[in-house]
């Protein structure tokens, strides 16, 4: 009652002819009008905001000037062949049975297989790699199951697969139309001349998704990284092809075609092969493009100064770098004594600096790479994720790995020629024993992990 | 020294003013197809240098007439660029009067005196069969001297270089043949195939004025630029570099060797 209260529904229920019983208003959770309690409880028990139900229409009965009986009644249907007589209950109004077909004829489709003659067969059809008798079948089984080829192919006597038998069912339907279409131009519009089955395509395509089908997790993410990167070289080349840059290095086509490769259909073999050096390729041969159509841009300017051209090439070869990296390319460079802008930008200058820059990135590439994999190894090792090297835990460690360090940024002595390298580390763990010198504290802002332990 | 032996094709949009800087006769060459043809995948490059030099007047400075400072844009061996540029425009800060200075042949500079540091855009335009596109260098100029503690001179200028090359892609073979014995150029190696006509001679020597640096007033305060320092230096550091990453490879290596046996099964 309060809940009517709330929702603002009139208390009483609405009058009902078969509720002229007075009924005492036994309870107030007597909510159910029309329909049983039961039921009403499967709702949750309380009126809903908007009744679904019509509660005045569900005790309506039938109008009473109508005569309804069920009997038992006998019934034929156009779907059948034969003439089988079924019974069932009909609902007869005034003493007259419903009329007209058995309502569920209407459902009873089947496809227009074209039949041949075995002249036509003769004339026509005749294929090396099919008897009369196998494509009799063939056409027998797709009537009766309405070319549903995977079925077919299933109770196909001999083994065929089901591209061969639509091929065969596709082939020989087209030819027959052909032919007997009076002029070609008639059946130029019928889909099946239209579009003829190209069973190469199918077979690949089909071998294609289920590849797609069985990859594994990992697969998938790999597939994502290298359409991505595929993506951006495709991109810059439509820049670089824009600018009409003749000498694109072969590198970046090899990279593309393997990351195709190994994305489209291809071996199982193969992709898991292609996944790990695809993936490294695919980011130098976006710089590699990058280069390409910076290349090409500057050929169309006809006149521009070494310095601009040196820029440019800085940009595309750290294109794919971020800010902060950018930033450690050029301490290393302060570093190493090199001038960030050369003073003297000749040609052979400037080619030497790019290629400095270029193996500085590799440099710090390779040092995160270690550094992850170290990361890695020490978690597996401790057999729990994002544990960071460098907890209590391993210092206690008994057996534990001899590994090098890495520095996060390395200090060059000015001497050419003469490599002084200064390393930065902070370790923990008992009683270390350690050649390398620390220095004093450098360029690096993050805290070091733990690299060394003891023998 | 001017290479006389030289040709200029008649310049239609030079004006035919005989200003005492004025110097070459142009004799009208007869235009061949070939004179359009560019060779591909060929640059040639013209080495330059451009700054300022710039003196304390000392007790002739006023206050806004403290410095007198001249830009230019040189060769870099001192060799005379008019053999590719035809003209310098020098865009002085708008508090000059006219700012924008045309300087019509070499040497390529601008004398002006003031008191203010600013940017100076300077623009170059090329001979006809060069490169029909005009070049822009930025220079600013500086008056004063790096250590502002030390004492002004009036002897000795305060001198900005800055050393760049002008690359011309897909050079004309007029333009090639036209520069190729000059020493302000730096010729490239010919593809295969390609020849070029033999350079016409033209005018005598005494004519034309000089138009390189070697003996200009301010030569003595040129600045000397050389890359072999600087390729030195690049290919100790390149080699530094490269010995790092073959030990982080070999690091590397091991590191995945030794993850190979720890991985969590």
Redesign the interface.
Known sequence: MDAKDILGLPKTPLPIPQEKKSRPQKDSQRKPDGISREVYALTGGVAPLMPSIDVSQLKRRPPSDEKITWQWLPFTSSARKDDLQLYHWVRVVNGVPPTGDYSFAKYNKSVDVIRYTDEEYEKYLTDPKWTKEETDQLFDLCERFDLRFIIIADRFPTHRTVEELKDRYYSVSRAILVARAPSPGEVAGHPLVKEPYNVTQETERKRALSMVLSQTKHQERKDAEVLAEAKRIAESRMAARAAEEPDLPVPSDVGLESAEGAVGPGDTISPSNVQAPAATIAPSTSVIADNASTLASLRMLRVYLRTYALEQMVQAASSSAGLRTIKRVEQTLQDLGVNLKPKVPTKAVCAEHLELRKEILTLLNLQKQLQYKEAEGSSFRDGSYGDMPGTAKRSQRAADQDRTFVPDTISFGVIPGDRVVKREQKRKGPGRTSETPSSPAGAHKRPRKMKASDL | MVDTSLSKKKDPDQPEISLPTLKSQRTKMGKSEDSEKKIKDVEI?V?IVYGNAAFWLGKKASEYQSHKWTVYVRGATNEDLSVVVKRAVFQLHSSFNNPTRVVESAPFELSESGWGEFEIAITLF?HNDV???P?N?YHHLKLYPEDESGPMSTKKPVVVES????????PSESFLARVQNHPAV?FPRLPAGVTLPPPVSTEDESKKKRGDTKDHPLSQWFLN???A?????????????????AK??R??S???G??QQ???L
């Open positions: 490059s080495p090329f490169c029909e596109k070049l260098l050393y760049d090359e002008v690359v011309f892609t897909e730096t630029f050389s890359e320092d600087e390729l030195l230096q690049l290919a100790a550091a390149r080699q530094q570099v490269q010995a790092h990453i982080l490879r690091q590397i091991l590191t995945d030794q993850n720890f991985k969590p």
